[in-house]
């Protein structure tokens, strides 16, 4: 038995600590403070199990369950590559003193392939060691905020996307007219030591709409105010906002013409390029023996985190089940969360304990989410190709040679290579 926190601790732990949105100043510390705390549930046999009272019985399983939805973000090859590049950005512009515009980030991707967790993973690392070099001490306001985490409003105008950043800060934003809600913007980045400016679900924005195409505009102008622009998106080269820029194949980076809207808020004496790398958060691929070993060790990584009692050494990556599992999610990293935690769970509900492909087939994948716009792409279309086979259908001989149904190249901007 472990010597940690114990089941009832952590559970109770959970139920007292209620996730807040990571949108606001609380809610963005309160997820770079605890996103690596959760304990899981101690490794115990079924025999160790059944020694317990039905009360205990009852909580380590609820312990089971918290921690198969709780599993640690692991790093594939797809998402070190964007942190890499983020934490390279981010870094690089916080100690930059020679330019007055600083080059941002584009994150691309499909729905489900986790921009969102391995940004906000790579700016709160890059905030923990802000912080502790500066003592967690802002000598501008109280108020320390490194980075700020705010999500594109759905029908995005330039005056909610200004408010949406203050409502970061808990500024007062009513009342306020457009300049002076820039010019609020631009004040409290300066006095809240902001570093990275995070924009979430970017592509929310319609470049068709002369209002979206303002929040651009206005975006572009932030880039002046000695912030790096952490933008991230669903199919971004498809979007349209890079639809006025140009492919800088030197540097490579895209770049994006002066801002009008600096202009007319006073942002800035001068008209300056803005340059933004765009990254690609791709999802797992199984052609290669490299891709295929590498989706192996992802599905390695899940299979030590999970704690069901009849669970066997290559549960998830022996035999057919690596290929099972690629052509029920199509190698889409959130997809493949969500089967092996509704899996697991039906595993402890049944008393099966374990995950098979006969019990993965009565999991059915739901994606509906209110938080999501899927008029934004940020609920993929989940193929049916890709469901288990009948229950009375014979399934061919499973071949691992080249299967061409993964074959497409996924989001790419015309004329980079990433």
């Known amino acids: 038995m472990s010597d940690g926190p114990s089941s009832a601790e952590v559970l109770a732990e959970l139920l007292e600590n209620k996730p807040l949105r990571r949108d606001t100043f609380e809610g963005w510390q309160q997820f770079r403070t605890t996103r690596h705390r959760f304990a899981p549930a101690p490794v115990i046999t079924i025999d160790q199990w059944r020694t317990m009272s039905p009360r205990d019985q009852a909580i380590h399983n609820m312990h089971r369950t918290a921690t198969h939805v709780n599993l640690p973000l692991q790093e594939t090859p797809m998402s070190?590559?964007?942190?890499?590049?983020?934490?390279?950005?981010?870094?690089?512009?916080?100690?930059?003193?020679?330019?007055?515009?600083?080059s941002g980030v584009m994150v691309n991707g499909l729905g489900y392939h986790g921009k969102t967790e391995t940004t906000c993973e790579v700016a709160a690392s890059f905030e923990d060691q802000w912080l502790d070099l500066h003592a967690h001490?802002?000598?501008?306001?109280?108020?320390?905020?490194?980075?700020?985490?705010?999500?594109?409003?759905?029908?995005?105008?330039p005056k909610s996307t200004c408010q949406a950043i203050?409502?970061?800060f808990g500024a007062p934003t009513k009342g306020l007219t457009l300049p002076e809600l820039v010019r609020q913007v631009a004040q409290s980045v300066k006095d809240h030591g902001v570093q990275a400016l995070i924009l979430d679900d970017i592509t929310?924005?319609?470049?068709?709409?002369?209002?979206?195409?303002?929040?651009?505009?206005?975006?572009?102008?932030?880039?002046?105010?000695?912030?790096?622009?952490?933008?991230?998106?669903?199919?971004?080269?498809?979007?349209?906002l890079l639809r006025e820029a140009t492919w800088d194949a030197r540097h490579r980076q895209w770049v994006m013409p002066p801002s009008e809207s600096a202009r007319t808020f006073g942002?800035?004496?001068?008209?300056?390029?803005r340059r933004f790398d765009l990254v690609d958060l791709d999802r797992f691929r199984y052609t290669t023996p490299k891709q295929i070993q590498a989706f192996q060790d992802h599905l390695a990584g899940i299979e030590d985190g999970l704690r069901l009692f009849d669970a066997r050494p290559g549960m998830l990556t022996d035999g057919t089940m690596p290929e099972y599992l690629m052509r029920r999610t199509g190698?889409?990293?959130?997809?493949?969360?969500?089967?092996?935690?509704?899996?697991?769970?039906?595993?402890?509900?049944?008393?099966?304990?374990?995950?098979?492909?006969?019990?993965?087939?009565?999991?059915?994948?739901?994606?509906?989410?209110?938080?999501?716009?899927?008029?934004?792409?940020?609920?993929p279309v989940i193929n049916t190709a890709m469901a288990a086979p009948a229950a009375n259908h014979q399934p061919a001989a499973r071949k691992r040679a080249r299967n061409t149904?993964?074959?497409?190249?996924?989001?790419?901007?015309?004329?980079?290579?990433?």
């Open 80 to 102: 070190l590559k964007v942190s890499r590049l983020v934490n390279r950005r981010i870094n690089n512009n916080a100690w930059k003193r020679n330019s007055s515009t600083l």
């Open 405 to 418: 149904v993964y074959d497409d190249g996924g989001p790419r901007a015309v004329g980079a290579t990433l």
């Open 331 to 379: 190698g889409v990293v959130g997809l493949l969360t969500r089967l092996i935690e509704d899996g697991a769970h039906e595993a402890i509900d049944s008393e099966r304990e374990l995950l098979d492909e006969e019990l993965l087939d009565e999991i059915v994948l739901s994606l509906d989410d209110p938080s999501r716009d899927p008029d934004a792409g940020e609920i």
């Open 204 to 240: 929310r924005l319609r470049m068709h709409r002369a209002d979206d195409q303002d929040v651009l505009d206005l975006i572009r102008a932030f880039m002046s105010i000695n912030v790096t622009l952490v933008l991230v998106g669903v199919d971004i080269p498809g979007s349209g």
């Open 166 to 168: 203050l409502d970061f």
């Open 137 to 157: 001490v802002n000598p501008r306001r109280d108020l320390h905020a490194p980075v700020a985490y705010v999500q594109t409003p759905v029908t995005a105008k």
């Open 267 to 273: 942002l800035e004496p001068t008209q300056t390029e």
